[in-house]
């Protein structure tokens, strides 16, 4: 059985048809109201027949509140990546959070060579969808101009940003064996469709993107896997895939999330009926697909509000914590001690040679760390700034966002590696093997630096929560409470964070001689 434990999505595929406009809006607007989660547009800019996809896409965000947006999949060759990174960015910034990135190498070459644009080779196509990852990724991680020398595209000291308001998912479209293994090399996400893809061909295609991740020593659960599909809604069950009624389809679509690992359904809508069909998807199919697939996993069935965000819960013993540690997007930041202060664990203290001496690297990482302290001070004093009408929200995201903490947090790095910026350029390199030495020179650190690194996601995740509110609040003054709460949690949190990273690493730091 093959479940990576993500948390089930479930959407709707929809025709961008310049003639049906109104239509495919009202069906947008009714997916956000019925509680879907997705919402994924097709991308063919040759055909004079459908509406721009990134327009759309930006409209429809404007005339939602909650479902995420993305192209199903963005045609790259007549996408200019670095442009592209920058479209996805915008919408994501706009919509507070609400966009993700489906891409492919393109198809139909006539037409995109009708457009002006290359006509490639299937070889090539990869290798350029794979050059194009590389550039979009540069353009969304903060730092200086970018620079990168391939065969398709280039960067000649392009400067990123602006930087999406979440961490956007990169979800690939592919079936063929180089690109499912792309996928499982660099891809957040595999985009395949029952079309081109039926259930009986999933476990192989699955097989190929996962030993490509282990191959580079990714976990095959980094890839999150959203499947599109069609069927017809019946009274009568049958033999056949998604062809019956709501309750064979929960039960086809559970198996293949418990087996094939899918976490997202999106519906292609095929019958005379769409509403219809969204809703009895929406209404019917998806919460008994949840019921089934919570079960198996044993988890408890939702009760109210109160577990609509499952808490995390960082773990303290060794081997098992990447395998219990939920995704950022789950934490519960609002619980009394979102950390968990109790559960952290602690290395034996070892009688050290001497106190830390000024050039020392715990002196310095404290050092680094008193300068976070001062900028989680400047983010308070700007939120306090909005509250009292002295300064606009924008102008407070643009000073949060230009600020290490941020910048850091955002890469999701090991602690010190960006900062080291901050003082000298030349260590950047040595700084990012700090923890594997720290792990190699006292076995005894291992859960420590483990759970560092988990904390390093719940600071992540918080500041992108409080990026979100301050993008909403710039549309919308009346949610300045909720920024000033998430600011306070963001502050809580931080400082919790770094004592506690002193307490354990300073020490080791200067007596294992960790030199970064």
């Known amino acids: 059985m093959t479940d990576y434990g993500h948390d089930l999505r479930f959407g709707a595929f929809l025709t961008p048809t310049a003639d049906g406009h109104d239509d495919l809006v009202r069906l947008a607007v009714l997916s956000d109201q019925i509680g879907l989660d997705l919402i994924g547009v097709q991308d063919h800019p040759y055909q004079p027949a459908f509406l721009d996809t990134w327009t759309l896409l930006t409209h429809l965000a404007a005339r939602t509140e909650r479902v995420s947006l993305f192209p199903h999949v963005a045609n790259l060759p007549l996408r200019p990546p670095a442009v592209l990174a920058r479209s996805v960015a915008t919408l994501d910034i706009l919509s507070g959070g609400r966009a993700e990135l489906g891409i492919g190498a393109g198809a139909f070459w006539d037409a995109i060579a009708s ?145 094939h690992g899918m976490s997202g359904f999106v519906l292609a809508p095929s019958g005379p009926d769409i509403e219809r069909e969204l809703r009895i998807f929406a209404e019917e199919v998806a919460p008994l697909v949840r019921a089934a697939v919570g ?90 700034q909005v509250a009292a009408g002295q300064q606009d929200a924008a102008s407070a995201r643009s000073m949060i966002n230009s600020l290490t903490l941020r910048q850091n947090y955002w890469t999701l790095g090991s602690f010190c590696t960006a900062y080291s910026r901050t003082l000298t350029t030349h260590h950047t390199i040595e700084d990012q093997y700090m923890f594997p030495e720290l792990r190699e020179k006292q076995q005894s650190l291992g859960p420590v630096v483990e759970r560092l690194e988990q904390e390093h996601e719940v600071i992540a995740e918080a500041l992108a929560r409080l990026d979100a509110a301050l993008v909403v609040l710039v549309q919308d003054d009346g949610h300045m409470g909720e920024v000033q709460d998430i600011a306070r949690v963001v502050d809580r949190i931080l400082l919790s964070h770094l004592d506690y990273e002193e307490a354990e690493l300073v020490e080791p730091l200067d007596r294992l001689r960790i030199n970064v």
């Open 295 to 384: 079960d198996a996993r044993g988890e408890p069935s939702p009760a109210g509000p109160e577990n609509a965000h499952p808490r995390t819960v960082l773990t303290a013993t060794g081997a098992d914590q990447d395998a219990q540690a939920p995704a950022p997007e789950h934490i519960d930041l609002w619980s009394a001690d979102p950390l968990d202060e109790a559960t952290r664990p602690r290395a034996p203290k070892q009688q050290s040679a001497g106190s830390s001496h000024p050039g020392s690297t715990g002196t310095r990482l404290v050092r680094i760390h008193d300068s976070l302290r001062q900028e989680m001070r400047q983010i308070r004093d700007a939120v306090a």
């Open 115 to 259: 457009l002006g644009g290359p006509r490639r080779t299937p070889g090539e196509a990869v290798d350029a969808l794979e050059e194009a990852i590389t550039v979009i990724r540069a353009m969304w991680t903060p730092g200086a101009g970018a620079d990168f020398a391939g065969r398709h595209y280039s960067l000649d000291g392009a400067r990123p940003g602006p930087f999406p308001a979440h961490p956007i998912g990169i979800w690939i479209g592919s079936y063929k064996k180089r690109m499912l293994e792309l996928t499982g090399r660099l891809g957040d996400g595999w985009l395949p469709s029952s079309a081109y893809a039926p259930p009986a061909a999933l476990a192989a295609m699955t097989c190929t993107i996962d030993d490509a991740a282990r191959a580079v020593e990714r976990d095959p659960a980094d890839v999150r896997r959203v499947y599109t599909v069609t069927g017809r809604f019946s009274r009568l069950a049958s033999d056949g895939f998604l062809t019956g009624p709501p309750e064979q389809w929960a039960r086809q679509l559970t198996d293949l999330a418990l087996t």
